[in-house]
């Protein structure tokens, strides 16, 4: 089977600790990256769960309380105003 060569960019601190860590597997980072495109040629996916970070209960209810106008402070036109509200 012909090979090919892939260049990849990665901040060189995690490239340092994946290279750590291949060579405590027994890998080397060619290796440890085709075992990585092997599995997502095989299950045709990522063989790993990507996701966003959900948000806690009060940063939801603060987004609802946003979308809906509810708990919200009263509208100021200068930052003069807003902290001699703040301060009172």
Not at 26 to 43: E, P
Not at 65 to 81: H, M, Q, Y
């Amino acid at each position: 089977m012909a090979q090919t060569n892939i260049n990849i960019r990665m901040d060189e601190g995690l490239k340092q600790q994946f290279d750590w860590l291949c060579g405590e597997l027994g890998l080397t980072m060619s290796g440890a990256f085709n075992i990585f495109a092997k599995t997502m040629v095989r299950q045709k996916r990522i063989p790993f769960e990507v996701s966003l970070e959900i948000p806690n209960e009060e940063t939801l209810a603060a987004m609802e309380d946003a979308k809906t106008g509810k708990n919200l402070s009263k509208p100021f036109r200068s930052v003069e105003a807003l902290m001699e509200d703040l301060n009172a």
